[in-house]
């Protein structure tokens, strides 16, 4: 903060186990990497190079270490971890990551049909090496999992050894805990707050209006994914009560308008 007000939340500094920021990076350049981390560094704390990217970008080795030397921790997509699988490619993923000095990994089963267990078991192998997060959520808008089913999949999950469970809703925010037309599916939502731990959660929210919704209903400490790199600030004001949607969110009663 460059100037302290009163009624602002505190943040916790990096690294930090909630009010966590996950960014997607589809393809940034590295210029445009230098340019978010001297932006927005400080207040990011994962980097997802997203579904396949690391594949056909450029200067992949340097971006990771450009954001690790900013104390952002970069990963690999899950798709590309379901791409590897797919193939039967698991030993070839795990090099892949090693070879890029990454040490954080995601598992997902959002593009491929896997049966949860077999997905537990990848979770339990790569824990031993790695910082597993794991996704749950289908990406196709068509298959309606229910919450029990969510519950059941993110508990296991963390038994297994994720730290993180990711809950799917795409770059696009119309699918898992939104519905189509991007507004929250609230019951779905509640049910999983009511069984799995709220700081183990990190709830995809690319589009404002969702970012504010998690805020108003969690506070600035909601660990928030899928973040546009150029929107990072943006969030910031959102979680601080420093934009218009969240301006009257922390401020005792004395000091808000007479409707």
């Given at each position: 903060?460059n100037?302290?007000?009163p009624?602002?939340?505190?943040?916790?500094?990096?690294?930090?186990?909630?009010?966590?920021?996950?960014?997607?990076d589809?393809?940034?350049?590295?210029?445009?990497?230098?340019?978010?981390?001297?932006?927005?560094?400080?207040?990011?704390?994962?980097?997802k190079?997203?579904?396949?990217?690391?594949?056909?970008?450029?200067?992949?080795k340097?971006?990771?270490?450009?954001?690790?030397?900013?104390n952002?921790?970069?990963?690999?997509?899950?798709?590309?971890?379901?791409?590897?699988?797919?193939?039967?490619?698991?030993?070839?993923?795990?090099?892949?990551?090693?070879?890029?000095?990454v040490?954080?990994?995601?598992?997902?089963?959002?593009?491929?049909?896997?049966?949860?267990?077999?997905?537990?078991?990848?979770i339990?192998?790569?824990?031993?090496?790695?910082?597993?997060?794991?996704e749950?959520?289908?990406k196709?808008?068509?298959?309606?999992?229910?919450?029990?089913?969510?519950?059941?999949?993110?508990?296991?999950?963390?038994?297994?050894?994720?730290?993180?469970?990711?809950a799917?809703?795409?770059?696009?925010?119309?699918?898992?805990?939104?519905?189509?037309?991007?507004?929250?599916?609230?019951?779905?939502?509640?049910?999983?707050?009511?069984?799995?731990?709220?700081?183990?959660?990190?709830w995809?929210?690319?589009?404002?209006?969702?970012?504010?919704?998690?805020?108003?209903?969690?506070?600035?400490?909601?660990?928030?994914?899928?973040?546009?790199?150029?929107?990072?600030?943006?969030?910031?004001?959102?979680?601080?009560?420093?934009?218009g949607?969240?301006?009257?969110?922390?401020?005792?009663?004395?000091?808000k308008e007479?409707?």
């Open positions: 903060m100037y302290k007000l009624y602002i939340p505190e943040r916790d500094e990096k690294p930090r186990k909630k009010g966590l920021t996950m960014v997607m589809k393809g940034l350049s590295m210029q445009e990497a230098e340019n978010l981390c001297d932006s927005s560094g400080h207040l990011i704390d994962f980097l190079l997203g579904f396949g990217t690391s594949l056909v970008s450029k200067n992949v340097e971006k990771i270490k450009l954001f690790q030397q900013n952002i921790r970069p990963y690999f997509g899950g798709t590309l971890f379901e791409a590897f699988v797919v193939r039967n490619m698991y030993d070839d993923f795990r090099k892949y990551v090693s070879t890029h000095n040490d954080l990994v995601e598992v997902s089963d959002g593009s491929m049909h896997m049966e949860h267990d077999v997905k537990c078991e990848y339990r192998k790569l824990s031993q090496e790695f910082t597993v997060i794991s749950v959520g289908t196709d808008a068509g298959i309606i999992i229910a919450p029990n089913k969510w519950i059941k999949m993110m508990k296991n999950e963390l038994a297994a050894g994720s730290v993180n469970v990711i799917e809703a795409r770059e696009s925010g119309n699918v898992g805990i939104f519905k189509s037309n991007g507004n929250a599916h609230v019951v779905l939502i509640n049910k999983i707050l009511e069984n799995v731990p709220e700081n183990s959660i990190l995809e929210a690319p589009n404002k209006a969702q970012q504010v919704w998690f805020v108003k209903l969690l506070g600035a400490d909601v660990n928030l994914g899928n973040i546009a790199p150029n929107e990072v600030i943006s969030l910031e004001t959102i979680r601080l009560g420093l934009r949607d969240t301006f009257l969110h922390y401020l005792p009663d004395e000091l007479e409707d």
